[in-house]
């Protein structure tokens, strides 16, 4: 069962580019949104989380946007660089971080000059 | 200094074999995980430990069977590999179950 649905699979964005990913939630228990980055030959890296009492998080170039009522999160790459491709993962869990967490299927990021 | 380390970094056998990845952390955390990643990158758990004992054991292979020793490590040993264990396995620890997971490095297995 995935209780977590990521999109795209695969993205291409040209640098200076906006890239965008974006994740689909069905448990309404979920209440922590973290996102993982990963580069080739690496372990993933929390990038930047948000909890659904905000609509947005940003942090330097990186955006997470919340809406509970469609259950959507998504994460945002403002001025893409060659340096951000890297697979992405959007995850969830619940009761404040204190439960499992549920990652999404993951998205190759790839940022052409 | 190493947060979470895994060993070997990569490793190649034969089909039938019996291999173990080993995985240690210097975070104090009390919970430890093992995942596996396929060429396609999907993320998927296998086992979790909190403070030594089997809190997650999705449905793996009774080929695969973690041991933690102490709280600081987490090996998984694998017997009578097969073709489609063939997989970066990543070992990520975490304070507790449900925060912010570190990785390791990942060991790519390659089973021939």
């Known amino acids: 069962q995935q209780q977590v649905k990521q999109s795209p699979q695969s993205l291409i964005v040209q640098k200076g580019g906006i890239s965008i990913i974006n994740c689909a939630y069905e448990?309404?228990?979920?209440?922590?949104f973290p996102w993982y980055q990963q580069f080739p030959g690496k372990g993933p890296a929390l990038l930047i989380a948000?909890?659904?009492?905000?609509s947005e998080k940003k942090e330097g170039r990186f955006t997470i946007s919340f809406n509970k009522s469609a259950k959507q999160f998504s994460l945002h790459i403002m001025d893409s660089q060659p340096g951000d491709s890297a697979t992405y993962f959007c995850?969830?869990?619940?009761?404040?971080?204190?439960?499992?967490?549920?990652f999404g299927t993951g998205t190759r990021l790839t940022i052409i000059p | 200094d190493t947060a979470v380390s895994q060993t070997p970094k990569y490793l190649v056998t034969q089909m039938g074999n019996d291999k173990s990845i080993k995985c240690e952390q210097n975070?104090?955390?009390?919970?430890m995980y093992w995942y596996k990643q396929d060429s396609k990158k999907f993320l998927k758990i296998m086992f979790s430990?909190?403070?030594?004992?089997?809190?997650i054991n999705e449905t793996v292979p009774n080929r695969f069977s973690p041991k933690s020793p102490d709280k600081a490590h987490l090996n998984l040993h694998i017997n009578s590999l097969e073709l489609g264990d063939s997989a970066v396995y990543f070992c990520?620890?975490?304070?507790?179950?449900?925060?912010?997971?570190?990785f390791g490095p990942g060991t790519r297995l390659t089973v021939l």
């Open positions: 990520a620890s975490s304070q507790w179950e449900g925060a912010t997971q570190y």
């Open positions: 448990n309404t228990a979920f209440d922590y």
């Open positions: 948000i909890r659904p009492d905000v």
């Open positions: 995850a969830a869990n619940a009761n404040f971080g204190n439960e499992k967490l549920t």
């Open positions: 975070l104090g955390h009390d919970t």
């Open positions: 430990y909190n403070n030594k004992e089997l809190i």
